[in-house]
């Protein structure tokens, strides 16, 4: 034996881990492409705008929201850029970190956020939510926290700053 056995998947193993890869690069793309028809915004500025959004004073470090995005601080910094010329983000020093640098959602930023959510839940639940049961929902909730606990144990991908707000989604 090797100093690290080899342990393949079972049939059932590989099925779960095929559906779970088809469903990660398919659903993202769905969900880019109606947001991009509908709201002109792709998936990830409409994160972006979405995590500003939920947070107090619609402001968030840099650092945070590159967290809270599992983004890179380049790649942040250039949707950021993006997002702040065409007016629906202000980039300014941080006034808890002068060194920092915090995004700030603009009221333009709020409106298109606010006019995208509906359509982007109503995608989610035609995809997602309403194909399951409700006991197939929190079975996938709860196989999704498994997974994200080995992958995120700090949790940065769904802790919420310090009073958050719920909308939108």
């Given amino acids: 034996m090797t100093a690290v056995e080899e342990r393949w998947l079972?049939?059932?193993?590989?099925?779960a881990w095929l559906r779970l890869v088809a469903v990660t690069e398919i659903l993202p793309a769905t969900l880019d492409a109606r947001l991009r028809r509908v709201s002109g915004l792709t998936h990830f500025e409409y994160q972006v705008l979405a995590m500003l959004s939920e947070s107090p004073d619609r402001t968030l470090q840099?650092?945070?929201?590159?967290?809270?995005?599992?983004?890179s601080l380049p790649r942040l910094s250039h949707v950021v850029r993006r997002l702040d010329e065409r007016g629906l983000v202000q980039?300014?020093?941080?006034?808890?970190?002068?060194?920092?640098?915090?995004?700030?959602?603009?009221?333009?930023?709020?409106?298109?956020?606010?006019?995208?959510?509906p359509d982007h839940v109503a995608t989610v639940r035609e995809h997602v939510v309403d194909v399951l049961t409700d006991v197939q929902l929190q079975q996938v909730s709860t196989a999704m926290a498994a997974i994200l606990a080995s992958l995120d144990p700090e949790g940065?991908?769904?802790?919420?700053?310090?009073?958050?707000a719920e909308e939108p989604g």
């Fill in 10 to 15: 079972d049939e059932r193993q590989m099925q």
């Fill in 62 to 71: 840099m650092s945070w929201l590159a967290r809270r995005t599992n983004a």
């Fill in 91 to 117: 980039r300014r020093p941080s006034e808890a970190d002068r060194r920092a640098t915090d995004a700030v959602l603009t009221e333009a930023g709020w409106q298109t956020v606010v006019a995208a959510a």
């Fill in 156 to 164: 940065h991908l769904t802790q919420a700053p310090a009073g958050a």
